[in-house]
């Protein structure tokens, strides 16, 4: 017994020693128990212990954000008559957009790299350490700009959230690169499993869009932190908030052909709203005006397109519900077309312009100033699409049209095209309508769709440029590490120079003094002229009849190539195949020598980082 209490005295006093080393003052009185709990379990047991508290606070800023600006538009159009909900159209949009451009400048200077690229950013790029203001930034400027209207989604915010969440918890606790970014993803898959009430679809976003190119094999903590995401959205919020669509027909094998259909057109729109995307962004940027006049053009251009589409408003997935349950009439109903004669025909028409002014809507809401996401607006305008190609089918005379589950397939094949994220629109449709029968039709259509769409891109054109960077990961998992080496870092600036017109003696003298292979040759203001080798001076060295050769510039050579030294490893990698050589010059853009780049010490640097970053 008294063994027993001296072995339990000294655990104690190796977690005091081991606790010292962070600023008691700073600890909370829950820090000190993980601290020491920590201590206590193994990396496995910890990890699992993390990703319940991460997936439970991520869930819950989740649920939070979803149910503030939930009751926000149901107080707008439920409880308000249309005539009064236009005053609201006209002014909220607006002031949702330059009410969170003012946040972003006052509150926090002008920072607002937002969305899911930023997170891949960080990973690839910063260890997977994501600033702490993020865990509530993303939180209050989406809450503002889809509160008030903004036509975009909350789930990039709420996963941009978690991820922050996941991050800066490890961070807390001094988590290795490995845990910091599994943690990372944690937190992330808690938001999206929250928002949706689908952790398997958390899981799937997490693996399809956060990790490419990082390898895994700790699932434990993404599993159980969708799980805690998923059961808190259940239990604190209502049927009429959660993401669930109960009207649904069985699978007829028989309607094979209208997804495939489906599938094609949900293909080619996901494209047309990726480019009108990026037309708005290159629009905006090419105003060159400050980021406040910004907000207000692109708040009064999105205040004037929800006026004149009221589905345009805010996320709009009660839109979507209402097509689903066959309730068109009544969101008809609630807009202008309610003037004209109703029928089929002008059912198709304002379908066809909420597919078309979406893009524009959504574009609009994030590039002027908005903080939000594409999850909603690609799931509301595939619905929508979903929608539409139904009733034109009933129109041409077609029978038995599945009308509810070509709302649901076309949810996941615009989303599918749209954020290249198959099997997260597959999972997270099939669980939201508890339609996991509906399993074949939703692969076919997000199949086609993402075949389509990386006809047209093979990577995301979200991330495109990012990739091209070389800044964030791809599934090229060894283009990802060269990517985290800089050339800067590598180059030898210590490397031997010499003059062209030094003698052969002056050359002798500097090989007998230095321990470099190579030499640069540079003029008198540092460019460089030519490269000298070992192995061509070599043959001369002993050579006690020089004449003819009176200087290095009679045996220097023009390098195979040169290296500059904003090129990224990749690159710089192929360059040193192509030429077979192993050391190459890096001159800055007037020529002037830096110094030697070796293909060895890439390489031994790439042995390391692979070391560092797979995950055993």
Known sequence: M?????????????????????????????????????????????????????????????????????????????????????????????????????????????????????????IAQNSSIISRVKMYSQMVQSAITVGLGGSAGLESPMAVTGAAIGSNYAQT?????????????????????????????????????????????????????????????????EDDVLFR??????????????????????????RYFVIISQYIEHFIKKLRLSRLRVAMLGG????????????????????????????????????????????????????????????????????????????????????????L????????????????????????????GALYAPLTAIFLIAESSLGYDLFIPLMIVSVISYLIARWFSVLPPDFKALATQGKIFTHEHDKNLLSLLHTADLIDKQSQIISPHNTITDLQEAIKNGNKNIFAVLDDV????????????????????????HSVQQLMKAPVAIIHPWQLLPEIIKIFDDTNAWQLPVTDENNRFIGFISKSVILSSYRQLLKEYSVG
């Not at 212990?49 to 819950?60: E, K, P, Y």
């Not at 932190?225 to 059961?231: D, K, V, W, Y």
């Not at 540092?526 to 050769?549: A, C, Q, S």
């Open 2 to 122: 008294e063994f027993h209490n001296k072995k339990k005295y000294i655990s104690f006093l190796k977690f005091k020693r081991d606790f010292q080393k962070y600023s008691l003052e700073k600890v909370r009185s829950y820090e000190l128990v993980l601290f020491w709990l920590k201590n206590r379990l193994n990396r496995n047991q910890f990890l699992i212990l993390s990703g319940i508290l991460v997936g439970c606070t991520a869930g819950l800023a989740g649920v939070l954000l979803k149910a503030v600006v939930h009751y926000i538009h149901q107080l707008i159009i439920t409880k308000v008559h249309f005539e009064y909900q236009v005053l609201f159209y006209i002014v909220f949009p607006f002031l949702g957009i330059v009410l969170t451009t003012i946040t972003v400048l006052t509150v926090f200077k002008g920072q607002d790299r937002k969305g899911i690229g930023a997170v891949l950013y960080e």
């Open 389 to 416: 190609f139904a009733v034109i089918c009933t129109q041409l005379g077609f029978e038995e049209v599945p009308v509810s589950n070509l709302v649901l397939a076309g949810m996941a094949g615009v989303m599918s």
């Open 173 to 237: 606790y001094k988590l290795g690169y490995k845990e910091r970014t599994l943690l990372l993803a944690a937190g992330a898959t808690a938001g999206i499993a929250a928002a949706f009430n689908a952790p398997i679809a958390g899981i799937m976003f997490a693996f399809e869009i956060l990790l490419t190119g990082v390898v895994f094999s700790d699932f434990i903590p993404l599993v159980v932190a969708a799980i805690c995401g998923s059961l808190l959205s259940r239990v604190l919020l």
């Open 245 to 270: 669509f109960y009207a649904r027909q069985s699978f007829n094998y028989h309607n094979i052909l209208y997804y495939l259909i489906l599938g094609l057109v949900a293909g080619f729109y996901a």
């Open 300 to 387: 009064a251009a999105l205040s004037l397109l929800c006026l004149l589409l009221p589905p345009l408003f805010g996320e709009g997935y009660t839109i979507v519900k209402a097509f689903a349950d066959g309730n068109a009439q009544g969101v008809l109903h609630n807009s202008f077309f309610r003037y004209f004669e109703t029928g089929n025909w002008t059912l198709i028409i304002f379908l066809v312009l909420i597919c078309l002014l979406k893009a524009f809507a959504t574009s609009i809401t994030i590039h002027s100033g908005g903080n939000g996401g594409n999850f909603a607006p690609s799931l509301f305008a595939g619905g929508t699409l979903g929608f």
């Open 526 to 549: 540092g460019h460089l002229t030519g490269v000298l080798t070992l192995d061509d001076i070599r043959p001369i060295l002993f050579n006690k009849d020089l004449e003819g050769i």
